[in-house]
């Protein structure tokens, strides 16, 4: 059975960090690209960051790049997103996906993956 499960969300004022994991199952990490997705009220989901499998290179999305960092620790199929200087407009439910089918070199399209957890708030205040 395929699963994710997000962790680490919480409530943060405007500076400050914080660090979401994300524990898949085999099915769901081995050799697939990663990613996380975020969705503010209102608003559509949006690829924030992904990494893949093999060399680990990663991408991310104009507006959290210098801020945000995608990892993966193999060994424990988990896969981690580190928050800094976090903004109000970081507000939103984060999710994790796994198993990209297509579009191999834009990986922050959700319409692209096959597995997702069920989410986890996030709160910046300012």
């Known amino acids: 059975q395929v699963q994710l499960a997000e962790s680490g969300g919480g409530s943060v004022q405007a500076g400050g960090s914080l660090r979401l994991s994300c524990v898949a199952s085999?099915?769901?990490?081995?050799?697939?690209?990663m990613a996380w997705f975020r969705q503010a009220p209102g608003r559509v989901r949006e690829g924030i960051a992904a990494?893949?499998?093999?060399?680990?290179?990663?991408k991310y999305a104009d507006s959290v790049k210098g801020r945000f960092t995608i990892s993966r620790d193999n060994a424990k199929s988990t896969l981690y997103l580190q928050m800094n200087n976090m903004r109000p407009d970081d507000t939103a439910i984060y999710y994790c996906?796994?198993?990209?089918?297509?579009?191999?070199?834009?990986?922050?399209?959700?319409?692209?993956?096959?597995?997702w957890g069920q989410g986890t708030q996030v709160t910046v205040s300012s």
């Open positions: 996906a796994a198993d990209l089918t297509r579009n191999w070199a834009r990986p922050l399209r959700p319409d692209d993956y096959k597995y």
């Open positions: 990494i893949y499998p093999t060399v680990s290179s990663t």
């Open positions: 085999r099915d769901a990490y081995n050799s697939n690209v």
